[in-house]
């Protein structure tokens, strides 16, 4: 692999084996959705997100990801984070102080439009509306809760929402920021380079997606389904239509009810 700098439009890259190289010392780019993840462990990034379409989104500026090392914000010589509850209790709790030195340095770098976003198991549940929502702002602040959780000063002071990515509970925010980032950087105009795929996938009208065949026609005995190959594309979008409905009201009632009820309502 050569050294030598490659120019992708909107700034050089120099070609690595270290995906976390693509964040480095990169100034904000015009245009570009920035996303901010506030962590204790910044070499966790991009991990996944410099693979593939992300990564490759990344590198040509449509998007921009800084990892922003909360222990640089610590208290004293140890750079300490945390602190013991108060009213007692186990664990340790990340500091207001430490947080807000962190969050006041990053929004310096990011328009007053994007949001800031806690990944909490308290939070509201992320999905698929969210991660559009998210995609038309300018970008994120993302903050990966540790230890006990977060001082609720810092959330109540700078109003930041709290999301979950579901009903458990992580070591740290930071696989759930990098799926969060994966769900939506996918829907930046771009990224995946075909509109009809962002149309056709799981929850884009409220179904689960239809199943799915390719090559061969016979495999263990089993077959493509013969609509599939009839080439009557209206015929197909009936069958798909029909597949998905019954997928989601057998494996998710409550995408099948919400889906009924918006039918009823003519939506």
Not at 150 to 155: F, S
Not at 190 to 204: H, K, P, Q, R, Y
Request: glycine content about 10%.
């Amino acid at each position: 692999m050569s050294d030598a700098p490659r120019s992708h439009g909107r700034k050089s890259l120099r070609p690595s084996l270290k995906p976390r190289e693509l964040m480095d010392a990169s100034p904000a780019l015009a245009r570009a959705w920035r996303a901010q993840v506030i962590t204790l462990f910044p070499e966790a990034f991009p991990g996944t997100l410099g693979l593939s379409l992300t990564g490759k989104a990344l590198q040509e500026g449509t998007w921009q990801l800084d990892a922003i090392p909360l222990r640089e914000f610590g208290e004293g010589k140890h750079r300490n984070v945390d602190d013991t509850p108060a009213g007692g209790g186990a664990g340790m709790v990340l500091r207001p102080d430490v947080m807000g030195r962190a969050l006041d340095t990053a929004r310096r770098g990011i328009s007053p439009a994007a949001p800031i976003l806690y990944l909490s198991p308290r939070g509201r549940r992320f999905d698929q509306s969210v991660a559009r929502q998210l995609a038309q702002t300018p970008g994120v602040t993302l903050i990966c809760g540790r230890f006990e959780g977060l001082d609720q000063r810092v959330l109540d002071h700078y109003g930041i929402a709290e999301v979950s990515m579901g009903d458990y509970v992580l070591t740290g925010g930071e696989i759930a920021a990098q799926a969060l980032l994966d769900a939506t950087v996918r829907l930046l105009p771009g990224v995946l380079g075909n509109a009809d795929s962002i149309e056709e996938e799981s929850f884009s009208h409220g179904l689960l997606e239809h199943p799915q065949y390719t090559r061969p026609a016979e495999w263990e005995g089993l077959e493509i389904p013969p609509v599939l190959l009839s080439g009557h594309h209206g015929e197909i979008d009936k069958w798909r239509h029909a597949q998905a409905e019954e997928i989601t009201r057998q494996r998710r009632p409550d995408l099948w009810e919400a889906y009924r009820a918006k039918k009823e309502r003519g939506e």
